[in-house]
């Protein structure tokens, strides 16, 4: 299957600095971009929707002044995280549609686990 | 908005024997569901996917399963092994190139 990259793959911060997490597609070109958030023992919640020379788009609840995310190549979508508080602390995935021997799918990465002091 | 639901939540089951996993949706518009496997600490990996234009689409121990009418879908692991231990969790979507809506997980233990 194609393959999508995170980075980090961890990162420990203290609260209220900025933290930039990186989600490359490989072997393949994204238009969009999807950025999901996972808290311990919990399902995946879509964050926004990153459209690579536009602007991304935020789920009801997720507020785009404090998750910025720019996407300004075909393979790379950045999340940041600003002002980081403890309770941001989660495990922020992303994933990528292709298409595939005329077939859609969509990858994820490999996740980035955020801890804030 | 969509809302995926999914059952049991836990499911333990001994080794060789099947697993069923089940998922319900709410937006007839969906067409698309995939079923992804997420190892402890790792992003999820798909494992099998269906179209609404199939009842039925099987890639060795696994099978997956959608009843359109009634908005469900379900995921079959047979002969099962230690190594089909993770958390399952369904999706659904208007096509693969949209966002997804996860169901809650089902943490799947194979026990030797």
């Known amino acids: 299957g194609a393959v999508v990259s995170q980075h980090p793959s961890w990162v420990i911060c203290k609260s209220g600095t900025s933290v930039k997490i990186e989600c490359r597609s490989l072997d393949f070109q994204a238009t969009t971009m999807f950025w999901y958030r996972q808290f311990p023992k919990q399902s995946l919640m879509l964050m926004a929707t990153s459209n690579e020379g536009s602007k991304a788009t935020y789920e009801q609840g997720v507020e785009k002044d404090k998750f910025l995310i720019n996407h300004a190549s075909l393979t790379l979508s950045t999340l940041t995280v600003t002002s980081a508080h403890p309770e941001d602390s989660s495990f922020y995935i992303c994933s990528a549609p292709t298409r595939q021997e005329g077939t859609d799918t969509q990858y994820f990465g490999p996740g980035t686990r955020l801890t804030v002091l | 908005g969509e809302n995926v639901e999914q059952h049991p939540s836990t499911l333990s089951v001994q080794e060789g024997d099947s697993a069923v996993i089940k998922c319900t949706y709410s937006?007839?518009?969906?067409?698309?569901f995939p079923w992804y496997k997420q190892e402890l600490g790792k992003g999820p990996q798909l494992i099998i996917d269906?179209?609404?234009?199939?009842g039925e689409k099987k890639d060795q121990r696994i099978a997956v399963t959608l009843n359109k009418t009634a908005k469900h879908f379900s995921l079959h692991i047979t002969e099962t092994q230690p190594e089909d231990s993770a958390v399952y969790f369904c999706a659904a979507s208007i096509n693969a190139g949209n966002m997804l809506t996860f169901g809650g997980g089902t943490r799947l233990m194979v026990k030797p």
């Open positions: 937006d007839s518009a969906s067409n698309y």
């Open positions: 269906i179209r609404s234009n199939v």
